[in-house]
Structures are given as C-alpha cells and as structure tokens.
C-alpha cells in the first residue's frame, strides 16, 4: 500500500485554492441538499443565490460534491445545474460511500458528513447548510442515527444550521451531540431551533450573540487541539418562519407513510423532506429557502470574523 495521499483526491476550483493560500473568508456548502433535498428547478436557483449570499456577505462560496473521481472543492454553475437537474439519479455520499464513489467514479452529491470531511481535507473550517441530520424518531428500534453527528464528532469543521427538523427525535439528537462533545451554540437564541420553526422547547448549551463571539470559540476549540466540530444552530427569521401545526400534522403524516411504505436508510429523509413539502403545499419549501440564505448570510460573517 501507497502512504495515504487524501489531496490526490481533491480537485480544488482555482478561486478556492487562491483564496485559502491567501486567508480570504471561506464558506463550505453541501450539495444534498441540492440533488437530494429540494425540487429542481428551485434546488438550482437556492444553490445559485446561497452563492451570491455569501459572496455578498464578503466571503468565497465553495460547494462541494463528488464528480470524475475526485471531491470537488468548489463547483461550477454547470455541474450546480448538473447535479440540480439530476436529483436522486445522483447518489447521495456520506462518509461510508466516498471511497466506493472515488474509486468508481460515480457523481454523487454530498451530505454534512461528507461535505465536513471535504472542507476538512481542504483547510475549510467552516460550513453552511440547512439542517443536519440527526438521531431518527424510533432509533432505539431502527439504530437510524445520521452519520453527520459522528462527523461532528471527530472533524473539526463548524456546521452553521437552522437546528434539525423535526422529522428527528430533536431531544436524542441533543443528547448524542453531548455524548460525543460536540459544543451546541444557539446564535441570538436560548432554544435549540427546530429548522421550520424557531422553537423545540430543548435548550442549547450556550448562546452566542455575535459572529464575533462564535468566531472566538472556534479559535480556541481550534488551539485546543480538540478534535470534531460544532453546531452553530442559527433560527429561521421570525417573517420565514412556517406554521407550527401544519408543519407538524404533516410531519406525522409523512412519518406514517414513509413506515406504511417501509422507506427507510439513506432514501428516508429525502422522501419525508418531498412529502411534507407535498403536504404543506410548498410552504415547508419557502422556509426551507430563507433559512438556508440566513444561515449562508451567518457562516460569511463569521468566517470573516475567524480571518480578521
Ligand atoms: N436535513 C435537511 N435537509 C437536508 C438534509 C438533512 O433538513 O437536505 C440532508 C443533509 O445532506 C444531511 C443528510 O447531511 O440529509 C442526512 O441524511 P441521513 O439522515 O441519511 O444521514
Ligand atoms: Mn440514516
């Protein structure tokens, strides 16, 4: 065996590579949430202006996804509306599948985990996106616990987010995180957010009022050389945010569809995200938009704070 040579794997846009070898403010996204998590053609559009968000909150975009054999640090417009137009046809790849799709060549979009673990290898030390995933209703049946969280476990990438939906048991998700050691910061808030809606009851382990605050932690997580991440969990805005009820009662429903039609692995948060955007009549979708831009315009800022 060769010794290990993960950069051999990474094809970094040459904005990406420039603007890390001369400490410009970087944000990472995923691109789950693009083939995966929204319907095309608004996948595209949100991908497009989480760029232009970023971009003018005055850091560099990066979204990162599997194409060709290497993870891709840094996409074109081109290979967005690739990976948009293509939705489920693309895999979806979390740390589990990267080697089977390097070595394969298979395009793939990436979740927080694999996204975390590309960021990382990069030097990017900071990632946007809309929700993470978490420890599923039922897991103490199922054992259905997102990778993501074992990322955040052991990668030292921060992941800004709007909390995680409530489609997930939001309490066990919380108590994982702290198991693991995985600092939980409420940005302007006291209550974990629960992505559609800015309240779960469940409160955070600390509060952050400024970009600046939330910098000031990830520099000494940093110099501590304590290994995994942080969830940065930032509320949607009070005007995005969607009605509890109805997003609840389709939750439920969705739930008990996806268990009637036994959906379940990789293929059950992607079904549950279209079917409560079915049942609510694209509300959840509008929400779902306007949380991610805030979390992009939130990650810019404090990546910005972390090279000044
Ligand atoms: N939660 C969302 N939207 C998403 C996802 C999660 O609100 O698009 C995606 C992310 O890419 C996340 C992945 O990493 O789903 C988690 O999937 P799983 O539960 O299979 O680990
Ligand atoms: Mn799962």
Avoid: W
């Amino acid at each position: 065996m060769e010794k290990p040579s993960p950069a051999a794997f990474l094809d970094l846009a040459p904005e990406v590579a420039q603007a890390l070898a001369r400490h410009q403010p970087v944000v990472a996204l995923e691109s789950t949430i693009i083939a995966h998590g929204m319907p095309y053609p608004r996948n595209v559009e949100t991908a497009l202006l989480v760029e232009a968000t970023v971009r003018q909150a005055g850091a560099i975009p990066v979204t990162i996804a599997v194409m060709q054999g290497k993870i891709k640090i840094g996409l074109s417009r081109a290979e967005i509306e690739l990976l948009g137009q293509s939705g489920t046809a693309v895999s979806k790849i979390s740390r589990r599948d990267l080697p089977i799709a390097l070595a394969r060549r298979i395009t793939g979009a990436t979740t927080v985990a694999a996204t975390m673990i590309g960021a990382h290898l990069a030097g990017i030390p900071l990632f946007a996106t809309g929700g993470i995933g978490g420890v599923h209703r039922g897991a103490a049946q199922t054992f259905d616990i997102s990778a993501d969280l074992q990322e955040l476990a052991q990668t030292p990438v921060a992941v800004v987010c709007a909390g995680a939906k409530s489609i997930l048991d939001l309490e066990l998700t919380l108590e994982y995180l702290e198991t693991f050691g995985v600092p939980v910061l409420g940005f302007q808030t006291t209550e974990f957010p629960a992505f559609f809606t800015r309240h779960s009851g469940l409160p955070v382990d600390y509060t952050v009022d400024s970009p600046a605050e939330a910098a000031q932690i990830l520099r000494t997580k940093k110099q501590l050389n304590l290994r995994g991440g942080v969830v940065i969990a930032n509320p949607i805005p009070p005007a995005a945010e969607a009605d509890f009820y109805r997003i609840d009662l389709a939750t439920r429903q969705a739930l008990g569809e996806a268990d009637a039609r036994g959906i379940k692995g990789k293929a059950i948060t992607p079904f549950l995200l279209a079917k409560i955007e079915e049942l609510t009549q694209g509300a959840s979708l509008e929400a779902n938009i306007q949380l991610v831009l805030n979390n992009a315009r939130l990650a810019a800022e404090i990546a910005r704070e972390l090279v000044g």
